[in-house]
DNA sequence: TTTCATAAGTTCTGTTTTAGAACTGACAAG
DNA sequence: CTTGTCAGTTCTAAAACAGAACTTATGAAA
């Protein structure tokens, strides 16, 4: 099965991965949360390769995950910034790095990350509730996906 | 830079991604919350190529994401079973879900997947909120990283 | 007692993707 | 008129992937 291929998949965590499931695309847009907005940023913060951002950048902007947006005129210059699609990505960054900061931190050298939460002022453990009981679900109590698995 | 370097950088979300950074690793993992546990099993529902599924199975049972169990012993057979790392990667999994049913559903074509807290007996919009306050997480109200960038 | 079926891989060949470095084009500043 | 900035494009070699066939161990069927 080719990549391109998964996108059509009746599945919408194959429809995700087929856009997000690389090595990079998911750093993009973390530093892009982080405010980098232009090409040769992204490339020094990152190490990517030149090549290789241009073509997740234009992928992105296809998707709506980014706008392309011209910020001077001569010469024409543009930057990347995340539209609506690419800030509802923010949950699952977030989720990726508690998932690393507590199982991918063998020796405990590595600080874990720390976010803050304007509207209340604290440091949050950002956790996932269930919308109609507010308690946080777990593997365990959830009932298995209804969904095609081919 | 090199995949493997990717999981020695000081940050948790590149740690995360040179592990689950990929087109396959996610499905498979997603299968496996749905109760999928042998080889030709995953091979089957997912159409990944044998010596692809191999490599993963193995990286992802070196990393203590699945544990290896034989479950027959002539001939002897290993089933692939979520190790507590493995489990942990739920919320990942909930929220590629809930961002691939509202932004990659562009003609409403799909039914979207739906998940029961058990718990609770309802269908569940999961969520992501503040430890401290309660309150529904979103990017605009989180303070930038703290983290280094490079 | 060959033959078929099952399960979990491994091996092979050809195609695609990626890494790394150099190059381009439009302009600005010294 | 040389150097620097920014946003890319082009090139080549190395790595990863797709698709199909093959292997190994066993039990059941013809």
Redesign the interface.
């Known amino acids: 099965?080719k990549?391109h291929e998964?996108?059509e998949m009746?599945?919408?965590?194959?429809?995700?991965?087929?856009?997000?499931?690389?090595?990079?695309t998911?750093?993009i847009i973390?530093?892009a949360?982080?405010?980098?907005r232009r090409f040769d940023d992204f490339q020094?913060?990152?190490?990517?390769t030149r090549h290789l951002l241009s073509d997740r950048l234009n992928r992105l902007t296809e998707k709506d995950i980014f706008t392309k947006v011209r910020y001077q005129d001569a010469p024409k210059r543009y930057e990347y910034r995340?539209a609506e699609?690419g800030?509802?990505?923010?949950?699952?960054?977030?989720?990726?790095?508690?998932?690393?900061?507590?199982?991918?931190?063998d020796d405990n050298s590595?600080p874990?990350?720390?976010?803050?939460?304007?509207?209340?002022g604290?440091?949050?453990?950002?956790?996932?509730?269930?919308?109609?009981?507010?308690?946080e679900?777990?593997?365990?109590?959830?009932?298995?996906?209804?969904?095609k698995?081919?």
């Open positions: 099965m990549w998964l996108g009746d599945c919408p965590i194959a429809r995700s991965l087929s856009i997000l499931g690389d090595r990079w998911l750093l973390r530093n949360f982080m405010g980098t020094k913060q990152l190490g990517i995340l699609a800030l509802a990505l923010y949950p699952i960054i977030l989720m990726l790095t508690k998932w690393g900061n507590i199982w991918l931190n590595h874990p990350l720390q976010v803050i939460h304007k509207p209340c604290h440091v949050t453990d950002p956790q996932l509730r269930c919308s109609e009981c507010g308690e679900l777990h593997a365990r109590d959830m009932a298995p996906f209804v969904d698995v081919g």
